[in-house]
């Protein structure tokens, strides 16, 4: 091989597939579909937890005071040490 040879081959003009390639548009719409779909449900769960937390629940309330109710927990342990049984 010449070195006239190397450059011929070397020529842009001589390469089969000279122009622009263009990237192929359906992954890009299956991608762009499928992260619009989880943004979606994203923002379902979103609006529903918000509406779960924003809905009154009745709980009972106990009549009591914390008087009542450290003494429910703590019985007539007063100095402040309660001991394995």
């Known amino acids: 091989m010449t070195g006239t040879e190397e450059l011929e081959h ?5 390469s089969p597939s ?3 390639r263009r ?4 992954p890009m719409y299956i991608l762009g579909g499928v ?11 979103a609006a529903d937890r918000a509406a779960q937390q924003n809905k009154e629940e009745a709980k009972p309330r106990s009549n009591g005071n914390t ?10 342990r007063k100095s ?4 394995q049984l």
């Open 18 to 20: 000279a122009g622009v």
């Open 80 to 83: 402040g040490l309660i001991l």
């Open 67 to 76: 008087s009542m109710f450290a003494k429910e927990i703590a019985g007539d």
């Open 10 to 14: 070397m020529d842009p003009d001589a």
């Open 23 to 26: 990237v192929n548009n359906l």
């Open 35 to 45: 992260l619009m779909a989880f943004l979606v449900m994203m923002g379902l769960v």
